[in-house]
């Protein structure tokens, strides 16, 4: 196994990522925003079911705002969980010395004098140690086949099979 000096490899969150889950979820937002007041008629003539009185809300938003307020905020919506929840993804860096994985406010260290085996299994970046016990469980942003590059490219010791 030869041991790179190279730059560390960041796995994780692009920020084409987060323009591709806004615009999905933005999408959807907008596409909801003009179905739910239809949507709420047709609950509201089917009188056995449960939701009626949700659907009156609905219908009252509908009636008093002007036609194009529910598909912007459903966009708007959309966009914002869109966005957050792509950039809610972990982000693996890997150098020849240690293992980053960074989520929202939390960071995890481990340095390679600690690590006896890493790989990834099932979709999770999984460190053990000498005694083989499990220093890091985290699942893989993206492609995990991109993080087993990375920890070859960089020397780490592969998990036995």
Not at 5 to 25: E, W
Not at 70 to 99: F, K, M, N
Not at 103 to 116: C, H, L, M, P, Y
Not at 140 to 158: I, M, T
Request: aromatic share 4%; net charge negative; glycine share 10%.
């Amino acid at each position: 196994m030869t041991t790179s000096s190279g730059s560390p490899v960041r796995i994780g969150p692009a920020t084409s990522d987060a323009v591709v889950g806004g615009a999905v979820f933005g999408a959807l937002g907008l596409v909801a925003g003009l179905v739910l007041p239809w949507l709420a008629g047709a609950v509201l003539r089917m009188d056995w079911l449960p939701m009626q009185s949700q659907a009156e809300v609905v219908q009252r938003v509908a009636e008093h705002v002007p036609v194009w307020v529910l598909p912007a905020l459903g966009l708007v919506a959309g966009v914002v969980v869109g966005v957050l929840g792509t950039l809610d993804d972990p982000e693996v860096l890997v150098s020849a010395r240690e293992i980053v994985v960074r989520k929202g406010d939390k960071r995890t260290r481990v340095a390679r004098s600690q690590v006896a085996e890493a790989g990834v299994r099932d979709q999770h970046l999984v460190l053990f140690d000498a005694a083989d016990s499990e220093l890091l469980h985290q699942r893989v942003p993206g492609d995990p086949q991109a993080v087993e590059r990375a920890l070859q490219q960089h020397g780490w010791p592969a998990i036995r099979p």
